[in-house]
């Protein structure tokens, strides 16, 4: 069977990688908008005004995107792109200003409501853009996908389009050495589902098993040590190479049952996106190991967590038993923990299962994902 593999055109990583970078910036355009938030501009907003003032006559800056970004976000993002005469964009930050990027662009060729775009492929052109995140963790920088809240129907979005590959990536992991404990755990278990997902999933291609079973033992070996010490630069260095490997793999993938079941919650509850993977882990993994024990086997014994003379199923196990272990060094908290009542989330299982479906990516696991096999899940979240 004929596969496809595509990326962002251009990628620099290495330490020191975005002040190397200038000249291709630079090429983008005339005048970008800077995508991002208050806290990276405010944490960041010297360092990139004295690269950025090189590299362009002028650029204006939109800093909204202070949580998960919604389609309200992207009007105001797309105001702010037209009243400044703006060619082209730069997105810096985690995930959430990379894809609201992404969706500002789409917005600046077509005046179609982001939601027409569900289950749709988005083609046409759209403005040059620039990824540079700040996080080990959402491959943004080197996918096809954004998601955006709908505001209307508590929605996550999931678009899709070639187009949305950027055009250049910037992957340096010194933008992370600041990152909080809490979000070096969240994007870094984000990053493990994509490459197991990546690996398990339906569309698995031979290119994106090398690079996940990469990422995988990368993360299993340097998430523990980012998380206890930030300024550890080889974990640092480590975690952003295992983000890129498994961005690059969910382009040509895609994921599975927990990226189905967490964009729900996330929309709902107001969950970060890597945090609701990450209580989601554990569970879909169980339930998703009976159709695809041997890939989950290769990766128990890729990481070191069964034998080389183990079963398939000893090792699937093992895995399980390794993200666990994982999740609690992490200090992943349950729903309940995270301050989510109980009846709230139990009287939104219906809907949250329904549109964990209707996403298509639980369609990716290679065992049969049902709404009645979601809420049975949701449900046990909350199970001692």
């Known amino acids: 069977m004929v596969k496809k593999f595509t990326t962002a055109q251009t990628i620099f990583t290495g330490w020191g990688a ?21 806290g990276t501009w405010k944490r960041m907003g010297t360092q990139l005004n004295e690269l950025f003032s090189k590299c362009f006559s002028a650029y204006a800056v939109c800093d909204c995107i202070n949580t998960e970004p919604t389609d309200t976000m992207i009007a105001e993002g797309l105001e702010a792109y037209q009243k400044n005469g703006c060619d082209c964009l730069i997105g810096i930050g985690g995930g959430s200003p990379l894809d609201a990027m992404k969706a500002i662009a789409v917005g600046t060729t077509c005046s179609a409501p982001l939601a027409s775009y569900m289950g749709k492929e988005i083609s046409g052109v759209i403005p040059p853009m620039a990824a540079i995140p700040t996080t080990a963790g959402t491959g943004s920088e080197v996918t096809k996908f954004t998601i955006i809240t709908d ?9 899709k389009g070639e187009v949305l590959l950027p055009k250049l990536a910037i992957v340096d992991a010194s933008l992370s050495e600041s990152t909080p404990q809490s979000v070096t755990a969240a994007t ?3 990053a493990l589902t994509h490459a197991i997902e990546a690996y398990t999933s339906k569309q698995a291609q031979p290119l994106t098993d090398a690079l996940a079973i990469s990422a995988t033992k990368r993360i299993f070996r340097y998430l523990p040590l980012a998380y206890q010490d930030g300024k550890n630069r ?6 952003a190479a295992a983000a890129l490997e498994a961005g690059i793999c969910i382009n040509n993938s895609s994921v599975t049952i927990v990226h189905g079941m967490s964009r729900p919650i ?10 609701s993977n990450a209580m989601l882990l554990e569970k ?3 339930f998703a190991l009976p159709g695809c024990y041997e890939r989950f086997g290769v990766l128990g014994r890729a990481i070191g967590a069964a034998s080389t003379d183990s079963t398939d199923l000893e090792a699937a196990n093992a895995l399980l038993q390794a993200v666990k272990l994982l999740c609690y060094t992490c200090e992943v908290p349950t729903p309940e923990q995270y301050g989510i009542a109980k009846m ?6 219906e809907k949250m299962a329904a549109d964990a479906i209707t996403s298509g990516s639980p ?3 290679r065992r049969e994902v049902t709404a009645e096999d979601c809420a049975a899940i949701y449900y046990s979240l909350w199970e001692n």
């Open 284 to 286: 879909c993994l169980q």
């Open 344 to 349: 709230a989330f139990f009287n939104a299982v």
């Open 363 to 365: 369609g990716n696991t």
């Open 18 to 38: 975005l002040q190397e970078s200038g000249t291709a910036i630079s090429e983008l355009g005339e005048k970008p908008l800077v995508v991002t938030s208050a």
């Open 266 to 275: 996330g929309a709902l509850f107001h969950v970060p996106h890597g945090l």
């Open 234 to 239: 080889e974990a640092r260095e480590e975690m």
């Open 151 to 159: 505001t209307k129907t508590d929605v996550k979005m999931l678009l």
């Open 188 to 190: 870094g278990l984000d």
